[in-house]
Nanobody, 126 residues
Framework: QVQLVESGGGLVQAGGSLRLSCAAS????????MGWFRQTPGKERDFVAAISWIGGTSYYSYYGDSMKGRFTISGDNAKDTVYLQMNNLKPEDTAVYYC????????????????WGRGTQVTVSS
């Protein structure tokens, strides 16, 4: 199994930046994907970004429409960590951000990801 722990959330003003981290452990596969999702109380958990590795080396990055150009997902295999750099944050970005992982290629559907972190709160003030 895979264990995921998010960190880096906090309170920022609109236009500010945060870098979220997801530390992964227990991986036994070389072709996999990791994604970031976010959720506010009473709402659906929405796709933010995903990154896929093939053979544990090459990777591809994907973003939700509202995140493209502002957010960047990246991975550091040496440190077993995935990052989400969030720039030009807006109040509507306020949510709990979750890291998730799955075997194989990426997708935007929560039910396709088998492993989840506990989430980290991001709050963007006006």
């Amino acid at each position: 199994q895979v264990q995921l722990v998010e960190s880096g959330g906090g309170l920022v003003q609109a236009g500010g930046s945060l870098r979220l981290s997801c530390a992964a452990s227990g991986r036994t596969f070389s072709s996999y994907s990791m994604g970031w999702f976010r959720q506010t109380p009473g709402k659906e958990r929405d796709f933010v970004a995903a990154i896929s590795w093939i053979g544990g080396t090459s990777y591809y990055s994907y973003y939700g429409d509202s995140m493209k150009g502002r957010f960047t997902i990246s991975g550091d295999n040496a440190k077993d960590t995935v990052y989400l750099q969030m720039n030009n944050l807006k109040p509507e970005d306020t949510a709990v951000y979750y890291c998730a992982a799955k075997f194989g290629g990426w997708n935007t559907r929560t039910n396709e990801y088998a492993y989840w972190g506990r989430g980290t709160q991001v709050t963007v003030s006006s």
